[in-house]
């Protein structure tokens, strides 16, 4: 019985780091109803940055709150420059751009980081950690708890954020009322970006800083996002703390960790198949 909890909580621990990044996906299809291949990628090129100002002898806090600083004014930049052009083009030039920019970002992180693995501080202390999880893995659940809760209150609370979610919802009745649907697409993604960088900051510690590091935690994360409802934050949340306790119980005790990754792509053929709204988002619907 102490295995199986101690498994459950480290499944608990891998879906608080599926949770961050589900959490920026969330962000871009709430705007766009699109979502953004380039997660993952723009996410790990942000925490590369992090690194070479740890490097530079930095604190991790001062190091945090620029990460996540530029890391959103990249994203502004990439959907002013990149993804507004594309405008209200089909799908699928929307897919072509965000998996450009994804080839683009997985390069620009080979470069800075040269494909060297490097090791990746956490700040979290000691007296964190317990039997079941460490330090570093109770600190980026509280994070995740954190984000969660700032974005959920920042949305449904606040007059910027109520306008984000209109200008979502409905841009051109947005439009009509004065509210500048432009503009908060462009804070969307910006938001979506710096949420990326801290998801991306809390997996370097495990998973060690390389440009590569976020490819299968993106896979997790888009079908917790799906599970929970990729139109709804805290569903997503709820659904990637699933998907890492069901990834790794199924590792330890079904399939092994070779098959992990593929359970979860099982999950998202699932999920599309039987309930594409996921368990905890709302159906669209339209009048015809």
Same mark, same amino acid.
């Given at each position: 019985?102490?295995?199986?909890?101690?498994?459950?909580?480290?499944?608990?621990?891998?879906?608080?780091?599926?949770?961050?990044?589900?959490?920026?996906?969330?962000?871009?299809?709430?705007?766009?109803?699109?979502?953004?291949?380039?997660?993952?990628?723009?996410?790990?090129?942000?925490?590369?940055?992090?690194?070479?100002?740890?490097?530079?002898?930095?604190?991790?806090?001062?190091?945090?709150?620029?990460?996540?600083?530029?890391?959103?004014?990249?994203?502004?930049?990439?959907?002013? *420059? @990149?993804?507004?052009? %594309?405008?209200? /083009?089909?799908?699928?030039?929307?897919?072509?751009?965000?998996? +450009? =920019?994804? &080839?683009?970002?997985?390069?620009?992180?080979?470069?800075?980081?040269?494909?060297?693995?490097?090791?990746?501080?956490?700040?979290?202390?000691?007296?964190?950690?317990?039997?079941?999880?460490?330090?570093?893995?109770?600190?980026?659940? *509280? @994070?995740?708890?954190? %984000?969660?809760? /700032?974005?959920?209150?920042?949305?449904?609370?606040?007059?910027? +954020? =109520?306008? &984000?979610?209109?200008?979502?919802?409905?841009?051109?009745?947005?439009?009509?009322?004065?509210?500048?649907?432009?503009?908060?697409?462009?804070?969307?993604?910006?938001?979506?970006?710096?949420?990326?960088?801290?998801?991306?900051?809390?997996?370097?510690?495990?998973?060690?800083?390389?440009?590569?590091?976020?490819?299968?935690?993106?896979?997790?994360?888009?079908?917790?996002?799906?599970?929970?409802?990729?139109?709804?934050?805290?569903?997503?949340?709820?659904?990637?703390?699933?998907?890492?306790?069901?990834?790794?119980?199924?590792?330890?005790?079904?399939?092994?960790?070779?098959?992990?990754?593929?359970?979860?792509?099982?999950?998202?053929?699932?999920?599309?198949?039987?309930?594409?709204?996921?368990?905890?988002?709302?159906?669209?619907?339209?009048?015809?």
């Amino acid at each position: 019985m102490g295995e199986f909890l101690n498994q459950v909580l480290a499944g608990v621990a891998n879906g608080g780091i599926y949770a961050s990044l589900a959490l920026a996906l969330v962000m871009i299809y709430q705007a766009t109803q699109h979502i953004n291949f380039a997660q993952g990628e723009m996410a790990t090129l942000s925490t590369f940055g992090a690194w070479f100002l740890f490097d530079a002898g930095m604190p991790y806090w001062v190091v945090f709150a620029l990460t996540v600083f530029g890391s959103f004014i990249m994203g502004a930049l990439v959907e002013r *420059l @990149v993804v507004k052009p %594309v405008g209200t /083009a089909s799908p699928f030039a929307f897919i072509a751009v965000t998996v +450009g =920019l994804l &080839m683009i970002a997985n390069s620009a992180s080979h470069w800075v980081g040269g494909g060297d693995i490097r090791e990746f501080p956490s700040p979290f202390p000691g007296w964190l950690g317990s039997r079941y999880l460490s330090a570093h893995e109770t600190g980026t659940i *509280l @994070v995740t708890m954190i %984000v969660l809760v /700032a974005l959920l209150t920042f949305l449904k609370r606040t007059p910027f +954020g =109520l306008a &984000m979610r209109a200008a979502a919802q409905n841009p051109v009745s947005s439009g009509f009322v004065g509210i500048r649907v432009g503009l908060m697409l462009t804070i969307g993604w910006g938001i979506s970006a710096a949420i990326g960088a801290i998801a991306g900051m809390m997996v370097a510690p495990i998973a060690f800083l390389e440009p590569n590091m976020m490819g299968s935690i993106l896979l997790y994360a888009f079908a917790g996002a799906l599970l929970g409802g990729i139109n709804n934050p805290t569903g997503a949340v709820i659904g990637s703390f699933a998907v890492g306790i069901f990834e790794n119980l199924l590792g330890v005790y079904v399939t092994g960790s070779e098959l992990k990754l593929t359970s979860a792509l099982c999950l998202i053929v699932i999920l599309l198949i039987l309930r594409p709204s996921g368990l905890f988002g709302k159906a669209a619907v339209s009048r015809v």
